[in-house]
């Protein structure tokens, strides 16, 4: 089945401790999303990458990074730089003109 | 500012009973809008994708409205079930920008038996 596949399902992060989530997808998509969601607030996007070896932030980028070297995979990095990791991260991937397909995301919280 | 509101915040419904949830936006430039359900501890997974011209669209029980001369979408669910119990999100989708979705905050149905 095509989809999109994040692990792992759950992270702790300990104090000055950078952790990296997973996003790998095999819907042929070239465009894929990082959100960010926190209880009684909308998804917010932290980066997006619509082509391979390309990302831009998103609105709220500060303490995170990415990478995108294969089609196929765009995880996220929590830095320590990011005070206040503990959310739900979904990542999304679509193709143009098409709705988002998410992932069923990963929870971090801190140690 | 490009804003996605959505009421109630909350609904608690019996099962087999009908509701409608709303979307009011205030986004432009406009290109469409979409309703997606949202599992607790799932990824979201679209119902609906409404254009500027499209009034009604339907996915079996879901059936969503949008009146795009008040910019307000509604979503309406006929004979609910207990699957039914998950957060529906509205997002409206910018025709122009490099962020072009603009999600709102959700409404959390629960239906009880």
């Known amino acids: 089945d095509g989809g999109i596949t994040q692990s792992p399902k759950y992270l702790f992060r300990k104090e000055g401790q950078n952790v990296t989530l997973s996003c790998e997808q095999n819907l042929n998509h070239d465009a894929m999303y990082w959100y960010r969601q926190d209880p009684g607030q909308g998804l917010r996007l932290i980066y997006y990458?619509?082509?391979?070896?390309?990302?831009q932030k998103g609105d709220i980028a500060e303490g995170y990074s990415v990478s995108r070297e294969k089609k196929e995979s765009f995880p996220l990095t929590v830095t320590s730089a990011q005070k206040n990791p503990t959310a739900f991260y979904l990542c999304?991937?679509?193709?143009?003109?098409?709705?988002?397909?998410f992932g069923d995301g990963t929870r971090l919280s801190i140690l | 500012k490009n804003q996605v509101e959505q009421s109630p915040q909350s609904l608690i419904i019996l099962e087999g009973k009908n509701c409608t949830l709303q979307c009011n936006y205030t986004v432009s430039p406009f290109s469409n809008l979409r309703w997606y359900k949202q599992d607790t501890g799932r990824g979201p997974v679209s119902l609906t994708i409404?254009?500027?011209?499209?009034n009604t669209k339907s996915n079996g029980r879901y059936t969503a409205t949008l009146d795009a001369d008040t910019k307000q979408s509604s979503l309406h669910i006929t004979a609910s079930q207990l699957s039914d119990s998950a957060s529906y999100i509205c997002v409206v989708i910018l025709s122009s920008g490099n962020t072009p979705l603009v999600f709102g905050k959700g409404t959390r149905l629960s239906v009880i038996a």
């Open positions: 990458s619509q082509i391979v070896n390309d990302f």
């Open positions: 999304a991937s679509r193709d143009f003109n098409q709705p988002q397909h």
């Open positions: 409404m254009t500027f011209s499209e």
